[in-house]
């Protein structure tokens, strides 16, 4: 077992006081920024890279530099979670599928639970994925290799496969919000044939429609217009502000452990892949939603419907680090800053990364286990401070909301016109709102669409057109084949009950 | 005024949106047809997904204008009340004017002290709190932003002639 | 009220003389904080040379303003193009480019010239290596073009970064030399295209070195020839027994192609020969640090760096190539 005395090495390495304390920093720092839509991991790592610089050129320096800045990614992981439960506005992308269960717990006043179940699923999933990177990694890098085009199209059909039938109400509805996600994601460049589409000459529009800024209008700004119209308060106020909730939903989760678990594979798979913990954290919902027991009742504040989307981006995001260092190949643009950075200090990502500078990747696989142990435990502790936010009253914190949201819109692209847009955004939250039009799968065909297209349109020019290029090997047959099921799967289970004679449900 | 009274019925409003939508659906296949939006020799062109995205779009927009059309007592309920929509006015008035403030093509703010002017301004008029709490609270948390963004993240944001007195363009 | 008067005008007088001492006229300087532009997301080359530089000016403390580094890659570059177009004048705004300056106007008729902008110097060229995963029998460039000639039009597979970018102007200028023809497939970065590449997924690719030298490394990838006239200098053995040096030019290979990336600064429009002067001198310091240097040699890059009237001429010449070459490939915008 020589990858348990490498990790040994690697945390006689990563246990120093200055490490420590750096761990400290970093997350705290992280945290921040994750709360923070304005701000995301590539900027606290950016900022932080000069200082690395002159860090990374004492003796063991690039370990030092690179657990602040892996730091400050786990803390923004953990911080995003924050402002989805608490107000309905996700702090990192990944956390949208948080607001659907984490916001209407907080609502019912569980916001205390809610955060705990986040935090502590986030670490589940983080675990699990460094003890994945500690022991298989080089099996992992040769599995991420299979993937090209037909395979990350066949990932992202199976992620919208788990996805679909999930909305109740008029299909034509999600039909319409469906394809408008998709229509908002092709404007701008398209990146097969580098035409400009549906932009009619904006250069507003050039950038294309972000993410970021949808859901800021659409859940953030629409919710508070909800809000509004029934009176000037948050729900949910009366939440409680101790640590016993901590304890508590503790006592709660080991019952979602299947959950856990498939959240952590897939997060896992599409760390590696790289999917990207967005994709992931959906996909997981999803699946939980259709496979567990409870799962008529996602989406109206179950403590599951929290775990499961946020192990998955957490094992993701984790995860993600692994083809970063051995196929310098980054996850997300945290990663990708962060590629850039083992760059300037004179480290080579790649396959010879592992051999040639054992010290120093042992010493990051070691960190990662401290940090998120150092996460955890400082994201714990403030369960009663983040929840006590909620107590704020509704004059004071709408308005410095609305404000953090307007930054964040601008931030995007720098661009005042995506702030008008987030105003446009959160009429149009309201309105969905209130005729019933559902927005996650606006939201998830707006972040998959133009990948998915992508992947789809480069798969075709590889094979010429030819769509059995979607079942040629082992690997893309089964994605394939599992997306196609779970897709049609309300069908089969309807036509199955209909064959013996009794009126079928749908999922 | 009453505030019970609707201002607008339900069937309405889906009508309206749905309009919405069906326009925008035949505004991306007409864009989408510009592009090309067949299915090429080697895989689909640029505008081919759009092109059926639209489609969808106008023909799940149509069935929703169909259904809406023949919603019943249903369509006659209010869709927003005169109370609530002078509700939602008093949040989104202030926040168009404060984007506007930070930037429009005659005169620009900044993001800071407008921020500090609409927190201000929501915290007289919807909180009634006294002016001894409003000007600390609005004030320290403008520049707890400024210092996050501006002096320590280094993220430029939209700034005025204030921030430009204390050296900040 | 005389006398308040003159204590007045002699404190202005005292105030201004105090400014003139601490202003010089000598020689302008940034009075606030840089913005870099990056016309290109987080990751890719220009991102990383700008990062670097940023690094290097901060730790070197070679400028007292601070630096940021901001991306607008939106629309193939187009949205930082424009935003620099847009700030005429504006001494605190540079960007840096890459072939995107003359690729992006000329394939999707977005409304910018390099003549918009003001050209301070050039930083690098990059360099474009023709790569084979190392599994497959290829030893020369001749030998591949022949296997995918042979193999007939649109059998082999060509990956590269973006559409109607360098990659695959690099890949047009190669079919049109030897009359073989390959299906390109346009990928979101660098680092993904290498590692298709050892994938399997396609036949080869036309990656700076910086991209697929950790592969190489690795023995997965096979360089076969360089895009330039002459071999790259770098003598330093990279894997057991190659250089960057040992790598055969295309045209000694019997290709005959060669094409190299601008990695280059510029200004926006109306600023003065001051300003200009102040960052070609700045960037002169940034490019004599043993980081930068080291930097050059890892990625192998092509250190010419000119300055002045001949950066300009380099960068017409170099629009006409590419007009060029995209005009003949059909690359063009539909006017």
């Known amino acids: ?507 | 005024m009453d505030e019970g009274k609707p201002v607008t019925s339900v069937r309405v409003a889906e009508l309206a949106m749905a309009g919405i939508f069906l326009a925008l659906g035949a505004l991306v296949m007409w864009d989408s047809r510009r592009l090309g939006a067949s299915w090429g020799d080697d895989g689909p062109q640029a505008g081919y997904f759009p092109f059926y995205v639209g489609l969808l779009i106008v023909a799940s927009s149509a069935a929703t204008i169909f259904k809406a059309l023949n919603l019943g007592e249903r369509g006659r309920a209010a869709f927003v009340q005169w109370g609530q929509l002078r509700m939602v006015l008093t949040v989104m008035a202030p926040t168009v004017v404060y984007v506007a403030m930070i930037a429009n093509p005659w005169f620009s703010l900044g993001i800071y002290t407008s921020s500090a002017i609409f927190m201000a301004f929501f915290m007289w008029y919807l909180g009634k709190y006294r002016w001894t709490k409003i000007v600390p609270i609005s004030l320290g948390v403008v520049v707890f932003f400024f210092l996050m963004f501006e002096v320590w993240f280094k993220v430029p944001l939209p700034k005025g002639p204030l921030e430009a007195m204390i050296g900040f363009t | 009220m005389k006398r308040r008067t003159y204590a007045k005008s002699l404190l202005a007088a005292v105030i201004a003389s105090a400014f003139s001492v601490l202003t010089p006229a000598l020689a302008w300087e940034p009075t606030k904080t840089v913005e870099f532009i990056v016309p290109a997301g987080t990751g890719g080359g220009a991102d990383q040379m700008a990062r670097l530089v940023q690094s290097i000016i901060a730790k070197h403390n070679l400028m007292k303003q601070s630096m940021v580094v901001v991306n607008k890659g939106g629309g193939a570059g187009a949205e930082g193009f424009l935003d620099v177009k847009g700030a005429k004048g504006d001494p605190h705004k540079i960007i840096i480019t890459l072939s995107n300056l003359f690729t992006t106007p000329l394939a999707t008729g977005v409304p910018f010239n390099y003549k918009d902008l003001t050209p301070v110097r050039m930083l690098a060229l990059d360099q474009f290596v023709l790569w084979v995963n190392a599994e497959t029998p290829y030893k020369t460039a001749k030998d591949y073009v022949e296997a995918a000639k042979k193999a007939g039009p649109g059998k082999f597979k060509m990956g590269g970064t973006g559409s109607k970018q360098e990659d695959q102007i690099v890949t047009v200028a190669l079919e049109k030399q030897t009359g073989a023809k390959f299906t390109y497939i346009p990928y979101k970065g660098g680092g993904a295209v290498a590692t298709q590449l050892v994938g399997k997924h396609i036949d080869s690719s036309v990656n700076n070195p910086i991209e697929a030298v950790a592969q190489w490394r690795a023995g997965n990838l096979r360089p076969l020839c360089v895009f330039d006239d002459q071999r790259m200098p770098y003598k330093a053995k990279i894997t057991k027994d190659m250089s960057w040096n040992d790598i055969p030019t295309c045209k000694e290979s019997g290709v005959n192609t060669d094409y190299v990336m601008l990695r280059g600064i510029f200004m926006p429009g109306g600023v003065t020969a001051d300003q200009v002067k102040y960052y070609v001198d700045l960037l002169e310091k940034v490019r004599e640090t043993p980081e930068w240097k080291k930097f050059m040699e890892d990625g192998a890059f092509n250190q010419t760096a000119l300055t002045g009237k001949e950066y300009a001429d380099w960068v017409a010449k170099a629009e006409k190539l590419h007009e060029g070459l995209m005009k003949e490939a059909g690359f063009l915008a539909k006017k």
């Open chain 1, 1 to 507: 077992m020589h990858e348990i005395q490498s990790l040994m090495a690697g945390f006689a390495v990563a246990m120093s006081w200055f490490n420590l304390a750096l761990m400290l920093a970093g997350v705290s720092l992280g945290v921040l920024i994750g709360v923070l839509p304005g701000l995301g991991g590539a900027n606290g790592v950016a900022i932080l890279l000069p200082l690395t610089f002159t860090m990374a050129q004492q003796p063991g320096g690039t370990t030092s530099a690179i657990i602040l800045l892996s730091c400050i990614y786990w803390g923004a992981l953990f911080g995003g979670a924050i402002t989805s439960i608490l107000f309905n506005i996700p702090g990192e992308p990944w956390s949208v599928a948080t607001t659907f269960d984490g916001y209407p717990l907080a609502q019912k006043g569980r916001a205390g639970a809610a955060l705990t179940a986040a935090f502590t699923s986030s670490f589940v999933g983080a675990l699990v994925a460094v003890i994945l990177i500690t022991f298989v990694s080089p099996i992992i890098a040769r599995f991420a290799l299979r993937f090209g085009p037909p395979e990350f199209f066949s990932v992202y059909l199976l992620t919208f496969s788990a996805f679909v039938g999930m909305a109740r109400g008029s299909p034509f509805k999600t039909i319409t919000a469906m394809m408008t996600g998709f229509a908002l994601a092709a404007v701008g460049i398209d990146t097969v044939t580098g035409q400009l589409r549906l932009t009619f000459g904006f250069e507003s529009l050039l950038a294309g429609f972000d993410f970021l800024i949808a859901v800021i209008g659409l859940f953030g700004i629409g919710e508070i217009l909800l809000t509004i119209e029934e009176g000037l308060e948050f729900k949910g106020t009366n939440a409680k502000l101790n640590m016993k909730v901590v304890i508590e939903t503790w006592k709660e989760l080991p019952r979602y452990w299947k959950t856990s678990l498939r959240a952590s594979f897939v997060g896992c798979m599409m760390g590696i892949v790289p999917g990207g913990a967005t994709p992931a954290s959906f996909m997981s919902y999803g699946l939980a939603k259709k496979l567990s027991r409870d799962g008529e009742k996602f989406g109206t504040g179950v403590v599951e419907g929290v775990v499961a989307p946020e192990t998955a981006a957490h094992a993701a995001g984790t995860s993600a680090l692994l083809p970063m260092i051995t196929l310098g190949v980054p996850g997300s643009p945290t990663a990708a800053v962060l590629l850039g950075g083992l760059l300037i200090w004179g480290l080579q990502p790649g396959p010879l990364l592992f051999t040639e500078k054992a010290d120093f990747v042992w010493g990051l696989i070691a960190s990662m286990y401290l940090g998120n142990i150092v996460g955890l435990i400082v994201v714990l502790t403030c369960v009663p401070l983040f929840a006590s936010i909620l107590r704020i009253p509704f004059a004071i914190i709408a308005p410095v909301i609305l404000v953090i949201c307007a930054i964040g819109a601008y931030t995007v692209h720098n661009s005042m016109f995506d702030v008008w847009l987030m105003v446009v955004f959160g009429i149009l939250g309201y309105v969905f709102k209130k005729l019933d039009y559902p927005m996650a799968p606006l939201v998830l065909a707006l972040v998959l669409g133009d990948r998915a297209e992508d992947s789809f349109r480069q798969a075709m020019l590889g094979s010429q057109g030819d769509m059995r290029i979607f079942f040629d090997n082992g690997l893309v047959g089964t994605i394939t084949g599992a997306a196609l099921l779970l897709l049609f799967s309300p069908l089969i289970s309807r036509a199955l009950a209909i064959v013996r004679g009794r009126g079928g449900r749908s999922g």
